[in-house]
C-alpha cells in the first residue's frame, strides 16, 4: 500500500526554525518533493529528494533518509507569508515516462507574530 | 505570462449535471495531470496523459472522462455529477522521465454540486 504521514498542523513564531516532518511506506520510491499551497492557491514547488541527505535553498532545506523512509523539510527565519500548508509527496516507480506523485495530506503551518 | 491556466475558476451546478473544465500549459511540457483536491486538502491524482496518451488512470469513475487534443491541452469532462464530486480539481504539467521534474500547477478550479 502507499502511505506518507505528515503532522496535521504546526504552530511556529515569526524568526524561529520549524522542522515538519514526513513518514512514508511506498511500493516504489524514485524521488520526493515538497509543494508549498497557500490557502486557496495552487500548489507550488520547494524541493526535490532523490539521494540520501540535505538539500539547502535558502530559507529552505530538505532531508531525505530512503532506508528509514524519512523526510523532513526545515523552514528558518520564519515569515508570516510561510503560513500555509506544506505537501510531501512521493514520486513512485510507474515506469516509463510516468511522474506519478502520492501526496501526504500536508501540514498546515501557521507562523505567529 | 501564465503558465498553467484553467477555466472555470468556479463552477456551481445540480446533481446530475453534465460540465467540463479546460486546461492549458504554455510550458513546452509533454506530459499533464489531473488532481482532486477534497475538503480535507488531500490531493490525489486522478489521470496522466504523455503527448496525448493516457498513461495514468487511478480508479477514477468512468464519469470523468478526461480528453486531450494537443500536449498543451486536458480537458475533464464529469457526467452525472454527484454531491461527492464537489471539490477543488487542479491541473498539472511537467516533462516527463525522473530527476527533478517538477510539477507546475494550475490555479484550481472549485466545483459545488448542489
Known amino acids: 500500500g502507499q502511505n506518507i504521514d505528515q503532522p496535521t498542523e504546526m504552530t511556529a513564531t515569526e524568526g524561529a526554525i520549524v522542522q515538519i516532518n514526513c513518514t512514508y511506506q511506498?511500493?516504489?520510491?524514485?524521488?520526493l518533493f515538497w509543494y508549498q499551497q497557500h490557502a486557496g492557491e495552487a500548489p507550488t514547488f520547494l524541493s526535490y529528494?532523490?539521494?540520501?541527505g540535505l538539500e539547502e535553498k535558502g530559507r529552505f532545506s530538505s532531508f531525505l533518509s530512503r532506508s528509514k523512509g524519512y523526510s523532513y523539510l526545515l523552514l528558518k527565519e520564519l515569515q508570516m507569508k510561510d503560513s500555509a500548508s506544506y505537501l510531501c509527496a512521493v514520486r513512485d516507480q510507474y515506469g516509463g515516462a510516468t511522474n506519478k506523485l502520492i501526496f501526504g495530506t500536508g501540514t498546515l503551518l501557521a507562523v505567529q507574530p | 505570462d501564465t503558465a498553467v491556466s484553467q477555466t472555470p475558476k468556479y463552477l456551481v451546478t445540480q446533481m446530475g449535471n453534465d460540465k467540463s473544465i479546460k486546461c492549458e500549459q504554455n510550458l513546452g511540457h509533454d506530459t499533464m495531470y489531473w488532481y482532486k483536491q477534497d475538503s480535507k486538502k488531500f490531493l490525489k491524482i486522478m489521470f496522466s496523459y504523455n503527448n496525448k496518451e493516457l498513461i495514468i488512470n487511478e480508479t477514477v469513475p468512468n464519469r470523468f472522462s478526461p480528453k486531450s487534443p494537443d500536449k498543451a491541452h486536458l480537458n475533464l469532462h464529469i457526467n452525472s455529477l454527484e454531491l461527492g464530486d464537489s471539490a477543488v480539481y487542479f491541473c498539472a504539467s511537467s516533462h516527463s522521465g525522473t530527476g527533478a521534474t517538477e510539477q507546475f500547477f494550475g490555479p484550481g478550479t472549485r466545483l459545488t454540486v448542489l
Open positions: 511506498t511500493s516504489g520510491f524514485n524521488g
Open positions: 529528494n532523490v539521494l540520501d
